[in-house]
């Protein structure tokens, strides 16, 4: 079972749900960090990085020699990769998103690959949890391509837990397609619901069953229960407001071992989303 957890903005807790969940299940675990801008998993899991390795994207190469100037190349691009000024073909490898369509529509043959490093994976394990997280390049206009590698070469035969990106855009898209559930982490506030209801809506669109964690769910007021009530939204677990988990938090510490009654919480979170997984299938 492949479990994203997501939100709608950043600092709702999403990291200490996605950390604490591998944590209480301990064995046999992948547990993929693709908020790759910002990874921070590894702070609280700490584990032993023993392999970090490049990763490269797709970006057109034009042999002049080759190239007739048909524009198909051009006009395939929807983005404006790659253009035509002057009599000459220019590759903008920053707008590339690596589709290889350029190279596809080709007729002269002039298109080849080329690749720019665009980030990092460093893999490791921790009590049984095998664990990798992506790092973009600094600079690195769009991360879907290093989260879709990320995803593609690292997810596990045993349970698959992703720490997604923040918000709703195509980062986000990325470390959810394909799962097969999805924990949608806010906080009770006007800004947390309205990013919830977002994050919500990106869910459905995708058609894969999800589940709510409220953190600091007594703050704030209602609107996120009522939103959830209204929506058939399961809320799977609150999180409450308290010092002692915000000083945990602070120092990179898990509920789960520093609070004996939180791992087993975890565990009936985990059970119930096996159970609503289930009954999506049938």
């Known amino acids: 079972m492949i479990i994203s957890v997501a939100s709608g903005k950043g600092g709702t807790g999403k990291t200490t749900v996605s950390t604490n969940l591998a944590a209480a299940l301990g064995k046999k675990i992948t547990f993929l ?16 990085i ?16 080759l190239c007739d100037q048909c524009r198909k190349c051009v006009d395939i691009c929807r983005f404006g ?32 690959e080329d690749k720019k490093v ?3 994976i460093a893999s490791g394990k921790i009590n049984g949890i095998t664990f990798h997280h992506g ?22 035969k045993g349970d698959v837990i992703i720490d997604a990106p923040p918000g709703t855009s195509c980062p986000v898209i990325a470390a959810m397609h394909g799962v097969d559930y999805v924990v949608l982490v806010t906080e009770p506030t006007p800004f947390g619901l309205h ?13 894969i069953p999800c589940g709510l964690v409220i953190n600091r769910a007594d703050l704030g007021d209602k609107g996120v229960e009522q939103y959830a009530e209204k929506h058939n939204l399961p809320i799977l677990l609150k999180i409450p407001f308290s010092k002692e988990i915000a000083q945990l938090y602070s ?3 898990l509920l789960v071992e520093k609070m004996a009654e939180w791992k087993a919480i975890f565990h009936d979170m985990y059970r119930e989303i096996e159970h609503q997984v289930d009954a999506h299938k049938k």
């Not at 000024?85 to 590339?96: A, H, R």
């Not at 790092?135 to 596990?156: C, F, H, V, Y």
């Not at 990013?195 to 058609?207: F, I, K, M, N, W």
């Open 81 to 112: 990769a790659i253009t035509l000024v002057g009599g000459t073909i220019l590759v903008f490898p920053d707008l590339c998103h690596g589709c290889e369509g350029c190279e596809a529509v080709c007729p002269q043959k002039a298109v080849s």
């Open 195 to 207: 990013d919830l209801q977002l994050a919500h809506e990106t869910v459905q669109a995708l058609e």
């Open 251 to 253: 120092r990179g510490h």
């Open 50 to 65: 023993r392999e970090t390795k490049d990763v490269y994207s797709y970006i057109p190469k034009v042999d002049a020699s």
């Open 118 to 120: 665009i980030g990092t």
């Open 33 to 48: 960090d693709c908020d790759v801008e910002e990874p921070n998993a590894h702070l609280f899991l700490n584990p032993d």
């Open 135 to 156: 790092l973009l390049r600094i600079g690195e206009a769009m991360s879907p391509p290093l989260i879709k590698k990320l995803r593609q070469d690292k997810t596990g």
